[in-house]
């Protein structure tokens, strides 16, 4: 998921209490909530977009644990 809509960079990003959302704030002076699907989701999101990366650095994948289950 790519989070699209700042008109500026990113400064700060946390979790709702439920998981189910992000919330950002970025220096055009604007706070933004991107529903997420829950933490297990997001993993899973993080882990695809770093399937090229792991095709040259199998190892990574070994460190990374949440994503070494998701084989």
């Known amino acids: 998921m790519q989070l699209k809509g700042h008109q500026n960079s990113v400064n700060s990003a946390a979790f709702s209490p439920d998981g189910q959302r992000i919330v950002t704030a970025s220096f055009d002076k604007t706070a933004k909530v991107w ?21 040259t650095h199998p190892e990574a994948r070994e460190r990374l644990w949440v994503c070494r289950a998701r084989r």
């Open 35 to 55: 529903r997420v699907g829950g933490f297990d989701d997001l993993l899973a999101r993080g882990c695809d977009w770093l399937q090229d990366y792991f095709v």
